[in-house]
Every structure is written in C-alpha cells, then in structure tokens.
C-alpha cells in the first residue's frame, strides 16, 4: 500500500508565506514525477507545480516567481514553498505521486487527502 500525508496547510494573511509538505510511505521501488494540486469549490483541480525524478521542476503560469517546488527522494518527500500568497492562492492543496511498487510493476498514480490553505486579504 502506498499512501502520500501532506502537511503543512493553514491560514496566512495576503503577502506571507506557508511551506507544504508531502510524505510517500508504503512499499516503493521508485518514485517518478511528483507534484502539487490545488481545488477550489465548483473548480476543477489545477496544476501548481511538478517535479521530475532528476530534479526538473515546472510551475503554473498563476504562481510563477511566488511558488517552488522540491523534493527529497531520501525521505520520500516532496514540498511546495509559497510566498507573496494572494487570497485567489485559497484552496484544498494535494500532493500527486508516480509511484512504482515493485521491479515487475509499471508507475501509478496516487494521491494524498490534501491540506486546507487559506489566504486572508
């Protein structure tokens, strides 16, 4: 079983900043891409940022400049560090991961429960 926690959510005021984090647990062979969602009531989930299994990270066009993505393959870890948040930042935050369980196996997706940001004016 594989299950991706994040942590890290909460509420800041328009301007600050706030670090989440995702933990991978579970029997893992690898980890490929991994990346941060975000969803807003009546949205659709949107990209924030992804991250390559070699280090090469992408950002939505909406936090360019303001977010950064990383992860930590040692710890099985991948963050999201936000800064200059804006309130339209507000939304249920969910980490993605490309996991392979096994040498026979081939990568699937998983996903965490997500992690509430709120971003007051």
């Known amino acids: 079983q594989v299950q991706l926690v994040e942590s890290g959510g909460g509420l800041v005021q328009a301007g600050g900043s706030l670090n989440v984090s995702c933990t991978v647990s579970?029997?893992?062979?690898?980890?490929?891409?991994m990346a941060w969602y975000r969803q807003t009531p009546g949205k659709q989930r949107e990209l924030v940022a992804s991250?390559?299994?070699?280090?090469?990270?992408n950002d939505a066009d909406s936090v360019k400049g303001r977010f950064a993505i990383s992860r930590n393959d040692g710890k099985k870890t991948v963050h999201l560090q936000m800064n200059s948040l804006k309130p339209e930042d507000t939304a249920l935050y969910y980490c993605?991961?490309?996991?392979?369980?096994?040498?026979?196996?081939?990568?699937?997706?998983?996903w965490g429960q997500g992690t509430q940001v709120t971003v007051n004016p």
């Open positions: 993605n991961a490309g996991v392979v369980v096994s040498i026979w196996d081939y990568d699937r997706n998983y």
């Open positions: 579970g029997t893992i062979f690898s980890i490929n891409a």
């Open positions: 991250i390559t299994s070699t280090g090469t990270a």
